[in-house]
Nanobody
Framework: QVQLVESGGGLVQPGGSLRLSCAAS????????MGWYRQTPGKRRESVAT???????EFADSVKGRFTISRDIAKNTVYLQMNSLKPEDTAVYYC?????????????WGTGTLVTVSS
C-alpha cells in the first residue's frame, strides 16, 4: 500500500552536485528506517545512506564526507544531497523504506532514478 517515488537524477560533471528526493505516500515515521541504495549493470545493489526514525544516519565508506541524508517529516520526503560527485558514483539510485510498522509487507522500493557523472 506504500509507494515511493524518486526524482532529481540527471547528468552532472565530476565535482558537481545533485539532490535526490524520495516522496512516500504515507508518513516516513511508519518505517524503522529510510535509505538510498545504488546499482550499476552487473553489480549488486549497495547501501549508500540510511536514516532511522530516531535520526541516526549511516553512510557507505565510499561516500562519507560527500553525501548527506535528510528528511522533511511534513512532506513525507527523504533527500540525498550528493556533493563532489565522481564518475564512480554513476548508477541508478533507489529509495528504500524498511521495517513497516503497520503490518504486512516489511519493506518497499522505488523504481529508481539515474545519476550519470561524466565530463
Amino acid at each position: 500500500q506504500v509507494q515511493l517515488v524518486e526524482s532529481g537524477g540527471g547528468l552532472v560533471q565530476p565535482g558537481g552536485s545533485l539532490r535526490l528526493s524520495c516522496a512516500a505516500s504515507g508518513s516516513i515515521f511508519h518505517f524503522k528506517s529510510m535509505g538510498w541504495y545504488r546499482q550499476t549493470p552487473g553489480k549488486r545493489r549497495e547501501s549508500v545512506a540510511t536514516i532511522t526514525t530516531g535520526g541516526t544516519t549511516e553512510f557507505a565508506d565510499s561516500v562519507k564526507g560527500r553525501f548527506t541524508i535528510s528528511r522533511d517529516i511534513a512532506k513525507n520526503t527523504v533527500y540525498l544531497q550528493m556533493n563532489s560527485l565522481k564518475p564512480e558514483d554513476t548508477a541508478v539510485y533507489y529509495c528504500n523504506a524498511d521495517g513497516y510498522l503497520l503490518g504486512g509487507q516489511r519493506d518497499y522500493w522505488g523504481t529508481g532514478t539515474l545519476v550519470t557523472v561524466s565530463s
